[in-house]
């Protein structure tokens, strides 16, 4: 047997092994492309708009299923169809993940105020909802996350739908409002942590979101899985002692 033809035998295992790990790689990404889009998604809290429910570090379960798929459920957003399929409606008080109408890029989270239809209105720091304001109850204060300042939880109720908000001062901007209309096909979203959140109650010209369009729902945000303090990461061990470990496994309503 020649050099030529023994090197060449020796080169077949060699190619073998290759296509095997890159199919194996090429498997692995379609199975977790088709688990994140029709399944559920991972995302990470980098904001306090959503105290005292979500911390920033608060790494979270999205599922996907609730709402049907738009584009906006696939990675990067391809434009492969409009509308939803298996479309269904949001209700008031679900925490979702939405891209942000003027960019459709990039992932926002709130919590749903307003359906189609609805008149939503911020009257001296108070939520109406049709003319009829939501009620609260008081909870005690707080000191805000990251800060020296003080708040005050409330309880809030939207029509049988009861969570905490986070009330830190008042704030013209945010606490006092025009009449909005929830327009067919979209929703007027809020934070929890109502003085420190950029929502639908400012205009998208203004750098806010507006009302959101069906189509921008990714999903329904459903658990805490884990959480970490600031500069902490499950990929830096010599961080670990900083995890919020009382978050872990925390379902969201």
């Given at each position: 047997?020649?050099?030529?033809?023994?090197?060449?035998?020796d080169?077949a295992?060699?190619?073998?092994?290759?296509?095997?790990?890159?199919?194996?790689?090429?498997?692995?990404?379609?199975?977790t492309?088709?688990?994140?889009?029709?399944?559920?998604?991972?995302?990470?809290?980098?904001?306090?708009?959503m105290?005292?429910?979500?911390y920033?570090?608060?790494?979270?379960?999205?599922?996907?299923?609730?709402?049907?798929?738009?584009?906006?459920?696939?990675?990067?957003?391809?434009?492969?169809?409009?509308?939803?399929?298996?479309?269904?409606?949001?209700?008031?008080?679900?925490?979702?993940?939405?891209?942000?109408?003027?960019?459709?890029?990039?992932?926002?989270?709130?919590?749903?105020?307003?359906?189609?239809?609805?008149?939503?209105?911020?009257?001296?720091?108070?939520?109406?909802?049709?003319?009829?304001?939501?009620?609260?109850?008081?909870?005690?204060?707080?000191?805000?996350?990251?800060?020296?300042?003080?708040?005050?939880?409330?309880?809030?109720?939207?029509?049988?739908?009861?969570?905490?908000?986070?009330?830190?001062?008042?704030?013209?901007?945010?606490?006092?409002?025009?009449?909005?209309?929830?327009?067919?096909?979209?929703?007027?979203?809020?934070?929890d942590?109502?003085?420190?959140?950029?929502?639908?109650?400012?205009?998208?010209?203004?750098?806010?979101?507006?009302?959101?369009?069906?189509?921008?729902?990714?999903?329904?945000?459903?658990?805490?899985?884990?959480?970490?303090?600031?500069?902490?990461?499950?990929?830096?061990?010599?961080?670990w002692?900083?995890?919020?470990?009382?978050?872990?496994?925390?379902?969201?309503?």
């Amino acid at each position: 047997m020649s050099a030529d033809t023994k090197a060449t035998d020796d080169a077949a295992p060699v190619k073998e092994d290759t296509w095997d790990i890159v199919r194996t790689v090429l498997i692995a990404l379609l199975i977790t492309l088709v688990f994140r889009t029709f399944l559920f998604q991972p995302f990470t809290i980098p904001s306090a708009s959503m105290e005292p429910n979500l911390y920033e570090g608060d790494y979270i379960v999205v599922s996907k299923w609730n709402y049907g798929y738009s584009r906006h459920s696939i990675q990067f957003s391809p434009p492969l169809f409009k509308g939803r399929l298996f479309a269904q409606d949001a209700k008031r008080g679900d925490i979702v993940v939405f891209k942000l109408p003027r960019d459709n890029k990039t992932d926002y989270i709130k919590r749903i105020i307003g359906v189609p239809g609805d008149k939503i209105q911020m009257r001296n720091s108070q939520l109406f909802i049709n003319d009829e304001l939501v009620p609260v109850i008081d909870k005690g204060p707080v000191t805000a996350k990251y800060g020296n300042a003080y708040a005050t939880v409330q309880q809030e109720n939207l029509r049988g739908v009861s969570h905490l908000i986070q009330d830190l001062r008042y704030e013209p901007q945010a606490d006092e409002s025009e009449v909005f209309i929830v327009p067919e096909g979209h929703y007027f979203v809020m934070g929890d942590n109502r003085d420190d959140s950029l929502d639908s109650r400012f205009a998208a010209y203004n750098g806010g979101v507006g009302f959101v369009p069906a189509e921008n729902l990714e999903g329904k945000a459903t658990m805490v899985l884990i959480s970490w303090n600031r500069g902490a990461s499950l990929w830096k061990p010599w961080t670990w002692l900083d995890l919020r470990w009382d978050r872990f496994f925390r379902s969201l309503h």
